[in-house]
């Protein structure tokens, strides 16, 4: 296993204890780059008009599109641990 997913992985793991929930918008970036780091480019059909929240996760993941899954990665534990420090 590589450090970049090793460093991926404990960010993950990270998140769960922070001592402050961030805002909709980061916690949108987080799991966009989440889901690029870990799936590659948006995949499935859009969530439905109702689903107010799958939507805009999905929207949030859908701009990444095209970003390389490591680079994906490196902003995601870079984000965490800006939002830890």
């Known amino acids: 296993m590589s450090d970049l997913q090793k460093s991926f992985e404990q960010a993950a793991k990270d998140i769960q204890s922070l001592a402050e929930r961030p805002d ?3 916690l949108l970036r987080l799991y966009a780059l989440f889901k690029q ?12 008009f109702f689903d107010f929240v799958g939507t805009a996760k999905y929207e949030a993941w ?3 599109k095209g970003t390389a899954q490591d680079d994906a990665k490196k902003k995601y534990v ?3 641990k800006k939002l830890a420090g």
């Open 78 to 80: 870079d984000l965490v």
């Open 62 to 64: 859908a701009k990444l």
């Open 24 to 26: 909709n918008d980061t």
């Open 37 to 48: 780091g870990s799936e590659g480019d948006v995949s499935g059909a859009k969530p439905g």
